[in-house]
């Protein structure tokens, strides 16, 4: 993303004096902060959330998405949870879902089903109790903080432009990748 100062465009999702957060990642933080957000939804009425999320699906984020059966979660399952109350969440879905008893290690497409649920859950929560929220599936190419009355502009990869009054930054890591700069002729190794 582009952190560049961006010159001002017309705002057309500028929504009258509603407060705005607007999270940018659909992956398990993502997940994460909207269900949090879900269980004190009726202390949110009237708010708009909005979250962009680049790929097609909330939910996987980067390591969660894999199709393999062989990829599996490396954390405790007790700990693997969106629930902040309820650190057995997932343990219980696991059981609901698949039939799952065992402490074993799961397939970690299995948590990314579990958090693209869970962010269902949460925006039906969230909207049953008069928060506006919506999903986009568009890549935020840069923001602009300050303007106006220190709002902060987000620019979606369309051309588009919202207006935040928060914003929370769930964006992950780049994947793994060899550094670009050990591929110099100066340095010249690997
Ligand atoms: C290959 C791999 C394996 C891993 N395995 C594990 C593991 O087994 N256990 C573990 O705990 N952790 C693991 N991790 C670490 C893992 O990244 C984190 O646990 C977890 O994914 C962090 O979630 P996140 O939401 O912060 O980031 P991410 O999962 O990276 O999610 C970020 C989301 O934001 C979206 N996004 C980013 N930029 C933009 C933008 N500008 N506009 C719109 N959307 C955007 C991305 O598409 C993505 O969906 C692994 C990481 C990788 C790369």
Aim: net charge negative; glycine share 8%.
């Amino acid at each position: 993303m582009n952190f560049r100062s961006v010159p001002s465009q017309c705002l057309p999702n500028q929504r009258g004096n509603s407060t705005t957060l607007i999270i940018i990642g659909g992956g398990p933080a993502g997940v994460a902060i909207l269900f949090y957000l879900s269980l004190f939804s009726e202390k949110l009425r009237g708010m708009t959330i909005v979250l962009f999320e680049r790929k097609s699906v909330v939910g996987p984020g980067s390591p969660h998405g894999d199709p393999s059966d062989c990829l599996l979660v490396n954390m405790v399952l007790a700990a693997h949870t969106v629930h902040p109350f309820n650190p057995l969440h997932f343990v219980n879905w696991l059981y609901l879902k698949y039939g799952w008893t065992s402490d074993d290690p799961v397939p970690r497409k299995w948590f990314g089903q579990y958090l693209s649920e869970c962010h269902l859950e949460a925006v039906e929560r969230l909207r049953s109790n008069g928060v506006a929220v919506e999903i986009i599936f568009k890549e935020v190419v840069s923001l602009q903080q300050g303007q106006p009355e220190g709002q902060i502009t987000v620019h979606s990869s369309d051309g588009l432009s919202f207006l935040a009054d928060f914003l929370v930054l769930a964006l992950g890591h780049q994947q793994p990748a060899i550094p670009t700069e050990l591929f110099s002729k100066e340095i010249n190794h690997v």
